[in-house]
């Protein structure tokens, strides 16, 4: 094409699309291709997030935050995702593997778990680029047999219906795929803001539990600690002590 007068491909599979709709073809069917745009165009956003590599940071009031990542990735996999953990001291590592066309399986994500004392990191692979091609070949292989099809005119619009009808589970399969990577990312911020609030919520009680023990102790006025449980008033200043 030589400038943007010329008509392309997809403008070209459109028009005659909607040609045919307005004629011996109805137009409601045509709705019936939409779903299966949309699901490719939603995922790409989803996918380009998930390609990148991501460190996050979260306290936690749980000695084994690592295994409850662990658990909550666990529910991401399915027939064509499976995980693989290998852990050692304080350390965790999950590789998410995904099923090739071949056969053969690849490590799609891998995240590394790191918990010090009452902090977890979690680092996160950028999404491999052969499991990634081979989730896009799938939605790519559905598209432009539709726009295939839809180039036929009238004829193939019935034809472009029934692949989206037929392939619909497939596509939406290699869409997961394809975001397997922000699937994952957003697993690790959904289970990083519960273990925040957890432990926020430890911390408050703590905080209150040692201003009562310190109320309790010490006189209010001076500071000073006082002698026993039984005594009433402050050793130093003489203030009565209020219980």
């Known amino acids: 094409m030589s400038d943007s007068k010329e008509e392309s491909l997809l403008d070209k599979a459109m028009r005659q699309a909607k040609e045919a709709s307005a004629g011996t073809v109805p137009a409601s069917p045509l709705g019936e291709i939409a779903p299966a745009a949309a699901l490719g ?13 991501g460190t996050f940071s979260y306290h936690t ?22 995980l693989q953990v290998a852990g050692h001291a304080d350390q965790t590592t999950v590789q998410f593997m995904q099923r090739l066309p071949t056969g053969a399986w690849a490590a799609a994500v891998t995240v590394t778990l790191i918990q ?3 902090q977890i990191k979690v680092t996160t692979s950028g999404q491999n680029m052969a499991a990634l091609a081979s ?5 790519g292989g559905t598209a432009l047999g539709v726009v295939s099809d839809l180039l036929r005119g009238p004829r193939g619009v019935p034809n472009a219906i029934g692949r989206v009808s037929r392939d619909m589970g497939k596509v939406a399969e290699a869409a997961t795929d394809l975001n397997l990577g922000g699937q994952v990312r957003a697993a690790v911020e959904r289970l990083g803001g519960v273990l925040e609030q957890e432990w926020s919520a430890v911390q ?4 209150e539990d040692e201003e009562r023990r310190i109320a309790a102790t010490t006189c209010p006025y001076c500071g000073t600690l006082y002698p026993s449980d039984e005594a009433i008033a402050c050793p130093k200043c003489n203030a009565p002590r209020v219980k």
């Open 41 to 53: 165009a939603g995922v790409v956003g989803g996918a380009a997030q998930g390609m990148a590599p």
């Open 61 to 82: 009031s749980r000695p084994s935050a690592a295994q409850a990542f662990v658990e909550a990735f666990q529910g991401l996999a399915d027939g064509d995702t499976r």
């Open 116 to 118: 010090a004392a009452d």
């Open 135 to 139: 989730a896009a070949g799938e939605l």
């Open 204 to 207: 408050r009680k703590q905080r």
